[in-house]
């Protein structure tokens, strides 16, 4: 099974967190090829809480992990009951292996993305807490 399907749910991990959205733009500074499609991730809670993304290099072994800004992120917007971006770049540091592995080279894949996690609201992050099914206060 593979480490994303193990994997905490993004619920279990950060309860306060309705949903995650992750933007990857993709930029090869040396190449005059086009650059890979970005992509965009919404993850709600039910979803696996990982957050390395593979390298679009077909050619290239390394990812890139937002795992570290992704907790930097929620950390800093525990109180706070807007959506709150957060901003960053990577490098990759993988090895791309062109003509069948006689030729290999540092990857120069840039990664430019932005996360935006939505808090939960204070009557979801209540239910939550008490479980499906349970009585609100004053209900019986």
Known sequence: MSEHLRADSL????????????????????????SPSPQLHTLFGPAPAFFRFACPCA??????DLT?????????CAERTQATPFTGQLACRGMRFRDHATHQSPCQMQLSFQLLAEPRRADE????????GAPLRGQR
């Open 68 to 76: 570290e800004a992704v907790a930097t992120l929620i950390t800093g």
């Open 125 to 132: 992050a209540l239910e939550l807490s008490r479980g499906p």
């Open 11 to 34: 619920r279990t991990l950060f309860p306060q967190i309705r949903q995650l959205r992750i933007e990857l733009i993709f930029n090869d500074p040396t190449t005059q090829l086009p």
């Open 59 to 64: 050619d290239c072994d390394g990812a890139f």
